[in-house]
């Protein structure tokens, strides 16, 4: 099936996520720009379908928006994914974004976890605040039971180690889900 379709909606932020691990369209509408274009790398660059709408509460910032559709988009996955049979569960990608260079590694476990070690040295890229990046992949980890370590290695641009981020994870993502047949990738047989 490998699809899933999440609604939540809380006094913060209002949130509908449709995401299809086999491709399909992206549509992205959050109301921030430039996490709009880190979404949109996002489902392009793993060759999924993603749809996010979402309704926030801007006028405080933009945290609750950003971490709220982490939780979801992980609440997505870990529906999308089933019992995570079938899967290679493991992804590692480096991604170079001009002078940045950005690793992500990640274990479809269902043990939730998260190494993010980044240094923005501007506070914000359009009215996207960076260090929301990390509150975002810690949701999306803690919802869709994936250990996740993300490194921007060295980098002096917040946009490009931000990009560099969102891609290398779209990419090791993909590897990880990408189908391999059989059971569980699993000495216990159960993850």
């Known amino acids: 099936m490998r699809t899933a379709s999440i609604e939540r909606n809380t006094k913060e932020t ?3 996520i449709e995401l299809c691990l086999n491709g399909g369209d992206v549509e992205i509408s959050t109301g921030i720009g430039f996490f709009d274009h880190m979404l949109t790398a996002l489902g392009v660059h ?3 379908g993603l749809k996010v709408s979402v309704n926030g509460d801007l006028q405080v910032d933009t945290h609750h928006t950003v971490e709220d559709t982490g939780i979801a988009l992980g609440m997505a996955l870990r529906q999308a994914l089933g019992d995570m049979s079938g899967i290679k569960r493991y992804g590692s990608f480096y991604i170079p974004m001009d002078e940045s260079l950005a690793l992500c590694s ?3 476990s269902n043990r939730p976890f998260l190494v993010f070690k980044a240094d923005f040295k501007e ?5 996207y605040e960076t260090c929301c990046t990390e509150e975002f992949f810690r949701a999306l980890a803690m919802n869709s039971g ?5 490194n921007v290695l060295y980098g002096s641009n917040s946009h ?3 990009e560099a981020i969102f891609k290398a994870f779209a990419h090791a993502l993909k590897e990880a ?9 699993s000495t ?3 993850l």
């Open 160 to 162: 490009h180690e931000t």
């Open 14 to 16: 209002q949130i509908k």
């Open 123 to 127: 506070e914000r890229c359009g009215d």
């Open 46 to 48: 793993g060759g999924f």
């Open 188 to 190: 216990k047989g159960v």
């Open 106 to 108: 990640l274990d479809i």
């Open 146 to 150: 994936i250990t996740l370590h993300i």
């Open 177 to 185: 889900v990408a189908e391999s047949g059989g059971d569980i990738l």
